[in-house]
């Protein structure tokens, strides 16, 4: 099975505070996508990338950036957390070379910017 | 540019009972489309997809889902929903190619017993 692991469930910081989202797959999957959730408004696209080093912006990148050193590894970053960015955090992968692009979802990150 | 509509933000029905959700995409090119589900504090969880052939496509946990082309909809059922059905419900898309999905906005199923 697919397992997409989040480095935490709940976080919780402070304005202007650097924080880091970590997600990794164990699955050799080529792609990586974070995503938030918000009540109302659905899964958006933050950000994802097909490959090592490579990232692309998705729908709503501003105030997000990514990192992928490595394949299994995808961190996304918030430069100076704002409380507007309060939000429910998915990461998922999948593999390319499937036409149908299923993503695989790891558990979520609740974070709380005070 | 794809896009997914899930005509019902929450819906409620009584234990038992049968339950359909509603879900239209827009997409000039041939599609593949899944529902996923979110049970409450989880990640999403594949339910079911459509890739192409027969256009009932059975999942997990007992629900079904057919593809209408000429009505570019998804319609997911369940002929008798239980208590543990309370969840939140995802409508996506894909085109063929490395894309990412496109989401609805999710419809709240609450089940009451």
């Known amino acids: 099975d697919v397992k997409v692991t989040q480095s935490s469930r709940y976080l919780v910081k402070r304005t202007g505070e650097k924080v880091f989202l970590e997600c990794v797959q164990d699955?050799?999957?080529?792609?990586m996508f974070w995503y938030r959730q918000d009540p109302g408004l659905g899964l958006r696209l933050i950000y994802f990338?097909?490959?090592?080093?490579?990232?692309e912006k998705g729908d709503i990148p501003e105030g997000y950036s990514v990192s992928r050193e490595k394949k299994e590894r995808f961190s996304l970053i918030l430069e100076s957390a704002s409380t507007n960015q309060t939000s429910m955090y998915l990461c998922?992968?999948?593999?390319?070379?499937?036409?149908?692009?299923?993503?695989?979802f790891g558990p979520g990150t609740r974070l709380t910017v005070l | 540019a794809q896009s997914v509509t899930q005509l019902d933000s929450q819906v409620p029905v009584f234990e038992e009972a049968p339950v359909e959700l509603r879900c239209n995409y827009s997409?000039?090119?041939?599609?593949?489309l899944f529902w996923y589900v979110q049970y409450p504090n989880q990640g999403l969880q594949l339910l079911l997809k459509?890739?192409?052939?027969?256009?009932l496509v059975k999942g997990i946990n007992g629900f079904e889902a057919e593809f209408n082309k000429s009505q570019t909809s998804f319609h997911l059922r369940k002929p008798s929903v239980h208590i543990s059905d309370t969840a939140e419900y995802f409508c996506a898309v894909s085109k063929a190619g490395n894309t990412p999905l496109v989401f609805g906005k999710g419809t709240r199923l609450s089940v009451i017993a």
């Open positions: 990338s097909y490959d090592v080093k490579m990232k």
């Open positions: 998922a992968s999948s593999r390319t070379g499937t036409a149908y692009n299923e993503q695989f």
């Open positions: 459509y890739l192409s052939g027969s256009t």
């Open positions: 699955m050799d999957h080529e792609n």
């Open positions: 997409s000039s090119v041939s599609v593949y």
